[in-house]
C-alpha cells in the first residue's frame, strides 16, 4: 500500500465543474505540497501547507493533519486545468524524504 | 529570474552505458533535489545537495550518483544502464535556509531529461 494515497485516481469534469482530489496518508507527516504537471512533463508547485486552507486564484488547498487528509479543490474549472495533480508529502523517519502519491488525471471537457 | 534548466533534454542509450545530466538551479537557490519519475513508480526521490554536499539519499542502487559543485550546478549520473531505468529525470532547486530540509519549502522544477534505455 502506498504511504501517500490519492482518489479519485482520473477524473473527467465539464469545464465550470467544482473539483476536489484527495491525499490521504498513513505516516506521520507535517506538512504537503500540492503539484501539477501537464502533458510534456512540467511540474509546478501550487501549494506547500501545514495547516488550514490556502487560496491561490481559483485553487484552494486544506489539510488536516489529524486526519491525515488533504483536499484540493479547483473552482469554475477550464480546460486549461487539465493535468495530473500530485500530492507530496515529507516523509518523517526518513529525514523528511518527499514521499508522493500516484497522480490523479484531471481532464476538463469545454 | 531564469528557472531550472536541465540537459539534455532527451538522451537515449543503450543497456550497460552510463550516462551524466545537469541541472542548473535557480539563481540564489542553493538546494537541488533530483527525482525519477516512470509510469509504473511514479515519482520517486533520487538525491538531494545543498552547498556541495549531499543530505539525503533515497533507495536507488549505487550506480546512481550526483554531485553538486560551488555554483550550485549539479549532475546525476547513471552507470551500467539497464532498461528500467528509462525515465524521465527531474530536478528542483529550492531557496532553503541553511540546515533545514527542502521538503518544507517551495520545489522549481526543472523541465526534465527524458532517458530512453534500449
Redesign the interface.
Known amino acids: 500500500k502506498n504511504e501517500v494515497e490519492q482518489s479519485p485516481q482520473n477524473l473527467t469534469a465539464q469545464e465550470g465543474e467544482f473539483i476536489t482530489i484527495n491525499c490521504s496518508y498513513s505516516v506521520g507527516i507535517s506538512?504537503l505540497?500540492w503539484?501539477q504537471q501537464h502533458p510534456g512533463?512540467?511540474?509546478?508547485?501550487l501549494f506547500?501547507l501545514s495547516s488550514g486552507k490556502k487560496k491561490h486564484g481559483r485553487l484552494i488547498a486544506t489539510i488536516n493533519i489529524q486526519e491525515k487528509h488533504s483536499s484540493l479543490h479547483i473552482t469554475a474549472s477550464h480546460p486549461r486545468d487539465s493535468a495530473v495533480y500530485?500530492c507530496?508529502a515529507?516523509r518523517r523517519g526518513s529525514?523528511?524524504?518527499?514521499?508522493?502519491?500516484?497522480?490523479t488525471l484531471l481532464t476538463v471537457n469545454p | 529570474k531564469a528557472g531550472v534548466t536541465q540537459t539534455p533534454r532527451y538522451l537515449i542509450k543503450t543497456r550497460g552505458q552510463q550516462v551524466t545530466l545537469s541541472c542548473s538551479p535557480i539563481s540564489g537557490h542553493r538546494s537541488v533535489s533530483w527525482y525519477q519519475q516512470t509510469p509504473g513508480q511514479g515519482l520517486q526521490f533520487l538525491f538531494e545537495y545543498f552547498s556541495e554536499t549531499q543530505r539525503n539519499k533515497g533507495n536507488f542502487p549505487g550506480r546512481f550518483s550526483g554531485r553538486q559543485f560551488s555554483n550550485s550546478r549539479s549532475e546525476m549520473n547513471v552507470s551500467t544502464l539497464e532498461l528500467g531505468d528509462s525515465a524521465l529525470y527531474l530536478c528542483a532547486s529550492s531557496l532553503v535556509p541553511s540546515g533545514h530540509s527542502s521538503s518544507y519549502n517551495e520545489q522549481f522544477f526543472g523541465p526534465g531529461t527524458r532517458l530512453t534505455v534500449l
Request: hydrophobic share 45%; no cysteine.
Open positions: 506538512a505540497h503539484l512533463g512540467g511540474i509546478v508547485s506547500m500530485i507530496a515529507p529525514n523528511y524524504k518527499l514521499t508522493f502519491g500516484k497522480g
